[in-house]
């Protein structure tokens, strides 16, 4: 199995009351998984059971998630997520998870919502995505550790989750900026060549420009008798 390993789980109400909340559903990405194990999350480890992901309503130009109880009674915390693109949508809620060190739980890497590309992937501490890039042998987005304690206000930190420096971790424990390792819009397809191949020959094209010629004559003939 490749470093992130993908579990699709069973979710359950993913849009709740399906005629009159699909919509708003739809805007924030509302899905509901139940684990059956201990998650962990950015800066915390989740009991098992039925928890609630969506994205916040803000006016951050960055991907802010919300992890809430199965009745949206408790908010366990406010992250920051970076874009994670995937070739073919799936038809249902996907979660993937990080390998982990043995007796560890695991690690959620990112969340996609039903139909979509694009999912939101997890930007964990700096000290926890160095072990995690390690363990996975793949580079995995960070933010300063001091900011980790942020997330579980009970304010949504939005202003500081928006201005918050984004780094990458390498497996070989260096950092690099978030922009090189992470593309924000997949690969663009490959361009094509300045000048095709030619396929044919001219003859074609000269035997049309002669038979115009021909046809341009007669006409002129035609059109003056006298210079038969």
């Known amino acids: 199995m490749n470093s992130a390993k993908l ?6 109400g993913v ?9 708003a559903d739809e805007w924030n990405q509302k899905t509901i998984f139940t684990f059956s194990g201990r998650v962990e999350i950015p800066g915390q480890v989740l009991d098992p059971g039925t928890y609630v992901f ?23 915390g406010t ?3 970076i874009p994670d693109y995937r070739l073919k949508p799936a038809g249902k809620p996907i979660i993937t998870f990080e390998e982990r060190a043995a007796g560890a739980p695991e690690a ?22 160095v072990q995690l890039a390690k363990a996975n042998n793949q580079p995995v987005a960070s933010m300063p550790n001091e900011l980790a304690q942020h997330t579980v206000t009970p304010e949504p930190p939005v202003a500081v989750l928006k201005e918050a420096p984004l ?3 390498q497996p070989t424990e260096e950092e690099v900026e978030v ?7 997949p690969p663009a397809p490959a361009e094509l060549p300045e000048e095709l191949p030619k396929t044919a020959s001219d003859l074609p094209l000269l035997l049309v420009v002669g038979l115009l010629l021909l046809g341009t004559v007669g006409l002129l003939r035609v059109a003056n008798p006298k210079r038969r």
């Open 15 to 23: 849009l709740g009351a399906i005629a009159p909340r699909a919509q």
């Open 108 to 129: 959620v890497r990112a969340w996609f919502y039903p139909g979509e590309n694009y999912g939101h992937q997890f930007v964990y501490p700096k000290v926890k995505a």
């Open 79 to 81: 992250f920051l997520a």
């Open 54 to 76: 969506k994205l916040m309503d803000s006016p951050s130009d960055r991907n802010i998630v919300q992890v809430f109880n199965k009745n949206e009674t408790h908010l366990y």
């Open 167 to 169: 780094k990458a971790q």
């Open 179 to 185: 922009d090189a390792v992470f593309a924000p819009f």
């Open 7 to 12: 579990i699709a789980l069973v979710c359950l």
